[in-house]
T-cell receptor, first 112, second 113 residues
């Protein structure tokens, strides 16, 4: 089955700086790559996703890049703010019934 | 429009007790899922249902059973709870299996003593 590796497990950045979280996946048939943000005690919520026919996608301060050849994708957050502090999960899936395979998460800490 | 609703929010069980976690969605989604979340382990798939009337095992199905009661409802049952099942359980639904975002419920925090 699919295996998703996520790095780093903890990331601390100064407010206003950029943050980058990286994921690799194992199955070249995967073609859907969402990112979720989870605040403490809350449910995961989708922040951005990308499909395999696209190399990059942006939404305001958030961007995701995908390199299908290398089987990795990254989340970029620019001009970080205190409310960006959370755990971020990457995930991957193929077009089939068994849902998403998640990375183990990155705890992003924004230092004032 | 409530999205995905899970009950209960919290539960404490003794080893060997049974319980059912309830989940309902009002988005007319075909696919529904149960995940468990443990510290440092991310979210792991327990069972899923691609459509009404079908269920399949995920990555960690041992000790659990599921029922897709109708298109809206997907329940998770622990027949004989064990301390290893202490976790946060999330139900989720999706419009298109494997190609669309998961919408999560608020979770059930289960402790087995």
């Amino acid at each position: 089955g699919e295996n998703v590796e996520q790095h780093p497990s903890t990331l601390s950045v100064q407010e206003g700086d950029s943050a980058v979280i990286k994921c690799t996946y194992s199955d070249s048939a995967s073609n859907y790559f969402p990112w979720y943000k989870q605040e403490l005690g809350k449910r995961p919520q989708l922040i951005i996703d990308i499909r395999s026919n696209v190399g990059e996608k942006k939404d305001q301060r958030i961007a995701v890049t995908l390199n299908k050849t290398a089987k990795h994708f990254s989340l970029h957050i620019t001009e970080t703010q205190p409310e960006d502090s959370a755990v971020y999960f990457c995930a991957a899936s193929m077009v089939r019934a068994d849902g998403l395979t998640f990375g183990k998460g990155t705890h992003l800490i924004i230092q004032p | 429009n409530a999205g995905v609703t899970q009950t209960p929010k919290f539960q404490v069980l003794k080893t060997g007790q049974s319980m059912t976690l309830q989940c309902a969605q009002d988005m007319n989604h075909n696919s529904m899922y149960w995940y468990r979340q443990d510290p440092g382990m991310g979210l792991r798939l327990i069972y899923y249902s691609a459509s009404e009337g079908t269920t399949d095992k995920g990555e960690v199905p041992n000790g659990y059973n599921v029922s897709r009661l109708n298109k809206r409802e997907f329940s998770l049952r622990l027949e004989s709870a064990a301390p290893s099942q202490t976790s946060v359980y999330f139900c989720a639904s999706s419009e298109l299996q494997g190609r669309a975002p998961l919408h999560f419920g608020n979770g059930t925090r289960l402790t087995v003593t």
